[in-house]
Nanobody, 124 residues
Framework: QVQLVESGGGLVQAGDSLRLSCAAS????????MGWFRQAPGKEREFVAL????????QNADSVKGRFTISRDNAKNAAYLQMNNLKPEDTAVYYC?????????????????WGQGTQVTVSS
């Protein structure tokens, strides 16, 4: 059974940093593109960042460029999202997701497996 478990969320002030982790089990982790998405209340789930299987390629949403960094450790079956200079508009539930497909997707529907999410709240 595939499981993705996010951790590291919390309540912080604007300008602070957080590091989210995603622990994967039940799948061959290195075969999957990993993505981070977020969903704020009343809004659709949106793409944040993705990383290729070998970590040779990453892509960020424009809204987080220069502030967020995605990484992965295939030996530990884990993906990470380092979030710096957080803003109140970053407040959302953050999800990690895994995609077995060949292409790199920014659309949530292309990802096969999802975690339960971790809340990030940024106060002004």
């Amino acid at each position: 059974q595939v499981q993705l478990v996010e951790s590291g969320g919390g309540l912080v002030q604007a300008g602070d940093s957080l590091r989210l982790s995603c622990a994967a089990s039940g799948l061959t982790f290195s075969n999957y593109v990993m993505g981070w998405f977020r969903q704020a209340p009343g809004k659709e789930r949106e793409f944040v960042a993705l990383i290729s299987r070998s970590a040779g390629y990453t892509q960020n949403a424009d809204s987080v460029k220069g502030r967020f960094t995605i990484s992965r450790d295939n030996a530990k079956n884990a993906a990470y999202l380092q979030m710096n200079n957080l803003k109140p508009e970053d407040t959302a539930v953050y999800y990690c997701a895994a995609d077995r497909g060949v292409l790199l997707h920014t659309v949530p529907g292309e990802y096969e497996y999802w975690g339960q999410g971790t809340q990030v709240t940024v106060s002004s």
